[in-house]
Structures are given as C-alpha cells and as structure tokens.
C-alpha cells in the first residue's frame, strides 16, 4: 500500500467489482467501515492507502445464514476465533450462529454468555435464538437483548433439544409475524425419524446408508407443509434451513405462490454430493438431513436458478475427528465443517460454467442479505454500505485440505476435493482480516452483532383477526 495524502482511507484499484447483475472494472473507494466511492480511478477522491487488486474480482463477503461456533458449551469442537477465523479464510464477513449450544440460545443467560463468546469473531454476527415450548414467553425479550432472528428445531439433530410442539409454532408465529422476524426451521419430521431409527437398529443395520434410510424425504415434505401452513396463517417470515430433497420443492414453490415470505438455503454438499459420497465416506459425511440419492442434486441446482431456492448456506457443523470417525453410523455425531470450504467450492462450479458468478453473488449475499433485513448495508458494493469484501482470484487452483483448516473440525468430506476459484483477501467493514491466505490475528474481536444495522420491516399479517386479541398481551 502506498502512502499518499489525507483524505479517504483506502482506495482498491485494478478489480472487477461484481454484483448480482453485474461484472464492472472500477475502483472502490474506503472510509472507516463504509464503502465511500465506486467508480473511474478519475472519480476517486485522494486517499490515504492504495491498493492494488488487479486480476482480482470483489464480491459482496459471503453471508452464511447457518453457522455452528458451538461456544458455549462445546469449545473442544469450535470456538468463536476459531469458527469466525474459518468464517474470514472462505470469504464470508457475515455468519448467523445457531442456538443448539449448551445452554441452548433460549434464556438471556444462555444469550449473555453467546455474546460474550461472540467477543472474539473476526466477521459480523447474527445471533439466531431458540424457539420452543419453553422459550415462547420471551422471544421478545431475546431480541431486545440482541438476538437477530430464531430457529425452531422441528427435526432433531445434534443436541437433541425436543421440537416445538406445533400449539408452540403456531404462537411463536404469532408473536414474531407483527415484529417481522425470521424464524428458520430445520424441517424435518421428529417422530417419524425417532420410529425408523428404532427399527432400522433392532434390525441390525449400522451402515452409512442407514442414516438415509431413518430420514426418508416425506420427513422434509411434511415439515416444509406444516411450517408453512403456520406462517401463511399468522403471516410469519419463515427460513428454511438446508434444503435437501428434490421431492419438497413443490411445496416451496406452492407457498411462495401463496405469498408466504419464506427463504430457502441449500448447502454445498446438497449440491454436489450423495448416497455414492456417503458410501465413500460414512460417518464423516453422516449429516442432518442426510445427503440423498443423486437424483436430488440437480433439481436442486434448477430450483436455486429459478428462484425457489433462495441462497447458500454451509450449516457449518464442526465435530472432532474421534466424534466423526466411529464405526457404528449412530454414534458418529451430525453435521461437519463448511463456512471455510463454501467459496471456493462453489467458485469452482462457476469456472465449470455451472452457474454464473452473478448468480454466486445473489445466492451467497445478496438474497441472504435480503432476508434477514441487511440489504443495503450488505449485500453488495456501492457507496454507503458496509466493505465487507472477498477479494477473489478466479485463476487460482488447490486442494482443499483439513489439515490446513481454521476450523478446528480437521475432517471434511470435502478433503482432497480439487478447487478453481478462491478468496484470497477478506475484509470486513473496512479492515482487512485475511491477506494473502493468513488470517490477521489481531483483528480478534473485530465483529460486530449484525442487530444494531438490521431492519425488519414489518410485514403484513395475514390473519390478524384470528389471533390478535386472543393472544395480545394487555399490560
Ligand atoms: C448440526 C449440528 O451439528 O449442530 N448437525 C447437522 O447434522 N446438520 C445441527 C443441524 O443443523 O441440524
Ligand atoms: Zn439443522
């Protein structure tokens, strides 16, 4: 960086600046945390710092709807540094961390503790609360005490927190719909699940395509119906988490057709991988919901080019080796890393021609953005929003490798994958935290809680009449 004469603090020269509708040359002028300037090097004000991003391309930083930094309660798995650190390294500068922590993210003890834990991210946060039965009488609370949004864990998984039962939902639902919050659901179908496990055990059977066989798509047809049968009911925003079958598509088209405002995020593995990975790798690829037959993966690509998909997320899961390499498939934990490996990943399948870079940057920034009221102030890269910004090198080829990882989950069924396309600087609101591929340590801490920049606005109830004077609280 040259130094020049006071005035901005940074101009970045030389790259193409990418949205979701487009690709410019031109350059992006820096004050503090915000973008000031984009435009001709002539347009430029002077400035303190120049950097020169020639051959690279800028894309809006990754917003990762589905995090697990597991702090509190599980740091030998991941911890906030070391979570966000892999956050930073994969081009991501937003991530929202999920609330099956231990304590679970439900009371304002459990939240105190998340956010001191979130002291130490080097990327902005959300923080997603819990919705169930015992949490309903202070989802109000929680979000004035810094929760961005919930997620209601109507399919269980890793920390077996009880699904809400649906009296729970339809109340939550009704509380958050007036607020305009977000409320993401992992959807799938508990009792069903409970039942075939049973049996597929008293059978015998411990193999990797057991997992498969206790999770049958019908589980996510039936809580994708439910849930949003619920929302249209109280006109309650509704996420649904890591999309995984081709089968439950109809549903999410139905009910955007309906106007219920609901998000849809896949994953990488949903994408790309299935029964033929899981038979490659058991347990370390063992996840909730479960990679299926190869026959979903493409539905799944069409269905984020038309829209019924909304946008990318990793469900970042981070286990130890031990926890993932068990014999038997019921033991090996759920879930493994991925907010470190997204972009590159994802990159590669753009130099395939798979999809557009444009289409990568509304899938992993913009509509996240959109969805959880960030848009604007991130999102994309124009003046006066946020710099939160992957530097990226389309050229650059590699391994992914585990070993190598922030993450301290170092097993990834992505391991050995070659990739085409990778982050090689991050910032994040103005500050470099990764350059040239190393994380800089002393931006710990760095990260900021997404809430005091988010705005929901309200939506539209649709049924006001049948809830609000039931249910309205008079004080
Ligand atoms: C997640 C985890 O480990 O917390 N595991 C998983 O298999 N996806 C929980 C979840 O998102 O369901
Ligand atoms: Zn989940």
């Known amino acids: 960086m040259t130094p020049l004469h006071h005035k901005v603090d940074l101009v970045i020269s030389g790259a193409q600046i990418v949205s979701h509708e487009r690709i410019v040359s031109a350059c992006v002028a820096i004050h503090g945390e915000r973008i000031v300037a984009v435009g001709e090097p002539a347009a430029m004000p002077p400035s303190a710092h120049v950097f020169d991003a020639s051959g690279l391309h800028l894309l809006p930083g990754a917003i990762d709807s589905h995090v697990h930094f597991r702090d509190p309660g599980y740091p030998h798995k991941e911890t906030w540094s070391t979570g966000s650190g892999a956050a930073a390294m994969g081009g991501v500068t937003t991530v929202f961390d999920m609330p099956n922590t231990n304590p679970p993210t439900g009371t304002l003890d459990a939240l105190a503790l998340k956010l001191k834990a979130a002291e130490h991210s080097y990327v902005d946060f959300g923080i997603h609360g819990l919705l169930g039965d015992d949490t309903i009488d202070h989802l109000e609370a929680l979000l004035d005490a810094g929760v961005s949004s919930f997620k209601a864990f109507v399919g269980n998984t890793f920390g077996n927190l009880p699904a809400p039962s649906d009296g729970a939902l339809l109340e939550g639902f009704e509380k958050l719909a007036p607020l305009g919050i977000r409320t993401v659901v992992h959807a799938e179908n508990s009792s069903i699940m409970a039942r075939r496990q049973a049996q597929l055990i008293a059978a015998g059977r411990s193999d990797a395509l057991a997992h498969l066989a206790a999770r049958p798509a019908v589980c996510e047809i039936e809580a994708i119906s439910r849930v949003s049968i619920l ?63 190869s026959r979903h993966n493409e539905p799944l690509w069409q269905a984020l080019k038309s829209g019924v998909i909304d946008m990318i997320a990793t ?63 991130k999102g994309l890269i124009a003046t006066g929003a946020h710099a939160d910004i992957a530097f990226v090198d389309l050229k650059k080829t590699g391994l992914i490798n585990q070993s190598l990882f922030q993450t301290k989950a170092k097993i990834s069924p992505w391991h050995g994958r070659a990739v085409h396309g990778m982050p090689v600087h991050t910032m994040v609101r103005g500050r470099f935290v990764v350059q040239n591929g190393r994380l800089l340590e002393e931006t710990l801490g760095w990260g900021q809680n997404i809430k005091d920049v988010q705005t929901m606005p309200q939506p539209h109830p649709q049924n006001t009449e049948h809830y609000s004077s039931a249910m309205v609280k008079t004080q």
């Open 315 to 377: 469900d970042h899961a981070p286990h130890s080796i031990e926890e993932k390499t068990r014999p038997n498939i019921w033991e090996c934990d759920c879930g493994f890393p991925g907010v470190e490996t997204q972009m590159p990943i994802m990159l590669t399948e753009v130099n395939k021609g798979r999809a557009s870079l444009t289409d990568y940057v509304l899938w992993s920034s913009v509509n996240p953005a959109k969805a959880w009221g960030l848009y604007g102030i």
């Open 231 to 293: 929302a249209q009911w109280t006109g309650a925003r509704l996420h649904i988490a890591h999309h995984s079958a081709a089968d439950s598509l109809y549903l999410i088209e139905d009910a955007k057709a309906r106007g219920v405002d609901i998000t849809v995020e896949t994953c990488p593995q949903y994408l790309l991988l299935n029964t033929d990975s899981m038979l490659k790798l058991g347990g370390v690829l063992r996840v909730n919901p479960p990679v299926r037959e």
